[in-house]
Nanobody, 120 residues
Framework: QVQLGEAGGGLVQAGGSLRLACAAS????????MGWFRQAPGKEREFLGA????????HYANSMLGRLTVSRGNGRNTVLLQMKSLKLEDTAVYYC?????????????WGQGTQVTVSS
């Protein structure tokens, strides 16, 4: 089994930037594709971006192009999210996902999520 843990959420000012990290634990002898999603109150979960296991390929939601960067961290199964020019509507629970079932939108493992609140 694989467990994912996100870090870095909290209160962020509109116009500012966000940096989240996610690390896998458990069965991590293999490198996994990893991705980021979010879910705002009353809305469905939304795909943000994903990166392949070797970091060679990234895919972003059209709405995130130019604002979001997904990259691999230093550990084998770590992934970073960097978002700039934050808006109030970026307020959501952000989830990390690992081991793609159907690249880049379906994943086998999910983190618990971290709350990000954007304030004016």
């Amino acid at each position: 089994q694989v467990q994912l843990g996100e870090a870095g959420g909290g209160l962020v000012q509109a116009g500012g930037s966000l940096r989240l990290a996610c690390a896998a634990s458990g069965r991590t002898d293999t490198s996994y594709d990893m991705g980021w999603f979010r879910q705002a109150p009353g809305k469905e979960r939304e795909f943000l971006g994903a990166i392949t296991s070797n970091g060679g390929v990234t895919h972003y939601a059209n709405s995130m192009l130019g604002r979001l960067t997904v990259s691999r961290g230093n550990g084998r199964n770590t992934v970073l999210l960097q978002m700039k020019s934050l808006k109030l509507e970026d307020t959501a629970v952000y989830y990390c996902a690992g081991d793609s079932v159907t690249w880049p939108y379906e994943f086998r493992y999910w983190g618990q999520g971290t709350q990000v609140t954007v304030s004016s």
